[in-house]
Every structure is written in C-alpha cells, then in structure tokens.
C-alpha cells in the first residue's frame, strides 16, 4: 500500500509540472508575439516617415509665383502700356503754402483828412485808375473856411505890399519917416506868411494848385473835396456810399497796382537750408491748375514764428494778365539742385502693399515679373528707385489691375 501512495503522489507531481510548463509556454509566446506587433508596427511608422521625407525632399515647398504669362489677346485687353526705366539727373522740389498779396510797394491807402458828407462816387471795386483821377466828391465845411481864411489871407497880402510900395515912394520924397516905411514892411511880411500858411493849409487838404490859382482869379469858395487817386493801378476797396459822412483818417479806397504782386508763404524750420535771396521759384494758384507762374524770392524772414515753427517767405511774381488776384491760395514750389545718375521711374508704375513697394516688369514671351523695389524721394512725375532696376528694363506702367489679378490668384491658387 505504502509503495501504491508514493506512486501515485509521483504522477501528481509530474502532472502539476506539466501544466505549471504549458502555462509558462504559452505566457512566452504572448510575450514574443506582442514583441513582434510593436517590432512590425513602429517599422511602418519608419517607413511611412522615410516615404514622406523622402517626398518632400523631391517637391518643392507651394508659394507665391513671381513670374505670371499673360495671352496676347488678355494683355492687349487689359491696355498694357510698358515705359523703359531711365537713368538721369533727379531734381527734388518742396511746395509751401502761400497766399496772394498786393504789392505793397505800389500799394496806395487813400483816405481825407477833412471830414466831410460824400457827394459823388465815381469809381467802384475793379476798375483801373490813372493817377490823379477823382474817385469821389466830399462836400465839406472845413473846407469852406479854409478857402474862406485864403482869400482873406491872399487880399490882405495884397494889400500891405501895395501899402508899402506907396511908403517905399514917400519915403524916397521924404513925405514919411523910415520908421513908418519899416513898419509897412513888417505888416507886409505879416500878411505874406499868413498867406503861405493858409495856402499849405488847402494843399494838406487836398486841393490842387489849379484850384489855388482859380480861388485867386475868381475868389469864389467852392466846398467840394475831390479825392484823388495817388497812384495809377485797380481799386481794389471801396469803403463808401453818396450821402455817407466820413471821418478824417478814414480809408475810403485802396488803389494797388497789380502788374506785379506778392505771394507771401511760411516755410517749415527744417527747410530753411534751401532757400535762399534772389532765387528763382515757381507759383502755382489754386485757381489755375496745371499753370506756372515764374518768380523771384525778394525777402526772407530773419525770425521764425515761436508758434509755427515757420519762416515768412515773399515772392515777387509779375502779373501783366491781372490773373493773380489778393488772397488766392497758392503754394511755391522750390526746387533742389539735381543729382546727376539717378534710376528713374514713372509714379503710375509703382504700386504699394503696406511698407513694401514693387512694379511689374515685362518678360520676353508674354511674362510679366513681380519685382520688389526700394524708393527714394518722388516728384509729382518720378520717383526714384535705390534698389532692384536697372536701367532700360521694361516696366509696366499702365493696365497693371489685370497682373494684380493674375498675381492674387497665384496666392491663392499656385501652379501644381
């Protein structure tokens, strides 16, 4: 019996081995094929990263295209205009603001300086007066005394030369004494400077040595003030009415002679190193675009304005037409000296995205270049170009909205 129990705890045994050994077995082999799967899949990972470098490196980066080709029959659409790039002297010009004024040299204020009611108005705003011309009729009763206080004071005078003519003729035939003739000659002397006085007196008032002369033949007082123009040019201000009553002082007309007139305008702080005495400028109104009017710079301010940081500047421009009138806006345009190989091109064939600058140049076989362009200062026709053209290459410089087209598209749609 002893020796059946040992064998079969012998069989047990073996068996329990044989499952622990199964159970081992199989434990390996989920290990081993799980070891496999990462093993195959991270070398489908490789491959897959190999294939796709492997395919950049073969296809260039997707971008902007720099070069477009246009047909025939779109280009000749769009109004394709091409201008060469030019190489030459640059002359920059700098514009100030400015207005007309008269010229105050041949400027003319005339007032009265008696007080009198306006009888008479013959001249108006814009019209042309020759010096001397009457402009209006004062009637006054200063004027009227004064007149009055002549012919009296002319009578008088008259009277004490006659008085010692006689005492000069007694005196020789010793009928009065020296005494009485020296007498007659202070009283005639007297007369004489109240005459020259009263005379001065008409003469301050505006009366002309013709009227002096008519009041010593006729002796009649007239009490009419003629004003006068001083100077031949346009009456550019009338300050009166018939009926009106002006004040002495008054200004009643301004009379300037506009064959010449001035612009004046301020000039900023940091262009005063361009301008200079006796340079020749150009004017431009408002009221005349496109028209240039030749002058000369006559005065320049010694002091800037605290406020404006600004420096007056006057241009005397001739105006034989009387196109240029007081108070027109105009500006000056002051040109700089030139610099000499200068890339030039026209405004119209720049175009500007933000900071950047760039013009469309013409390729052989219908293309067209986007070519990026570093500017320079500009004039109203030209700019000049620092960098990225050369002289005599093509540049569009009209119907560019077809390439900007062409160009957006390539953005966004580019070529495969």
Request: charged share 25%; proline share 5%; with cysteine.
């Amino acid at each position: 019996m002893h020796m059946i129990h040992e064998r079969f705890c012998c069989i047990a045994v073996m068996r329990l081995l044989r499952r622990r050994w199964l159970l081992i077995s199989v434990g390996v082999m989920v290990v081993l094929g799980a070891v496999h799967l990462v093993i195959l899949i991270e070398g489908g990972k490789q491959e897959r990263g190999d294939s796709a470098i492997r395919k950049s490196e073969s296809v260039p980066p997707a971008g902007p295209l720099t070069v477009v080709t246009l047909k025939p029959d779109l280009a000749a659409e769009a109004g394709i205009h091409v201008t060469p790039v030019v190489k030459g002297g640059f002359r920059l010009h700098r514009d100030f603001p400015a207005t007309v004024q008269p010229n105050e040299n041949e400027l003319a204020e005339v007032t009265t300086l008696v007080r009198g009611r306006v009888v008479e108005v013959y001249a108006d705003v814009g019209q042309d007066v020759n010096k001397g011309a009457v402009l209006a009729l004062l009637h006054s009763k200063d004027l009227s005394l004064a007149q009055a206080a002549y012919v009296k004071a002319a009578a008088q005078s008259h009277e004490a030369a006659l008085a010692y003519e006689r005492a000069t003729t007694l005196y020789e035939e010793l009928v009065v004494s020296l005494a009485e003739l020296n007498r007659r000659e202070a009283v005639m002397k007297t007369a004489r400077a109240e005459l020259r006085e009263t005379t001065h007196r008409l003469e301050l008032l505006g009366v002309q040595a013709e009227e002096i002369e008519r009041l010593d033949r006729e002796h009649t007082i007239r009490s009419d003030v003629p004003i006068r123009a001083p100077v031949a040019g346009r009456v550019i201000m009338r300050n009166l009415t018939r009926g009106e009553v002006v004040e002495m002082a008054q200004k009643i007309f301004t009379v300037a002679d506009l064959s010449d007139v001035w612009v004046v305008g301020k000039v900023p702080e940091k262009d005063v190193q361009f301008i200079h005495r006796e340079q020749s400028v150009e004017v431009r109104a408002t009221a005349y675009p496109g028209r240039v009017f030749p002058g000369t710079i006559t005065y320049l301010s010694d002091v800037l304005d605290p406020a404006t940081r600004t420096m007056r500047l006057r241009v005397t421009v001739p105006n034989p037409k009387k196109l240029l009138k007081p108070e027109m806006f105009a500006s000056v345009r002051v040109y700089a000296e030139p610099e000499p190989e200068v890339v030039m091109v026209p405004v119209a064939a720049v175009q500007r995205s933000g900071e950047s600058s760039y013009v469309f140049m013409r390729l052989e076989g219908g293309r067209f270049e986007k070519r990026p362009v570093v500017l320079g200062p500009e004039t109203d026709q030209v700019v000049a170009v620092l960098s990225g053209l050369r002289e005599g290459e093509l540049i569009v410089t009209a119907g560019t909205f077809v390439l900007k087209s062409e160009f957006e598209k390539s953005q966004i749609e580019p070529v495969q």
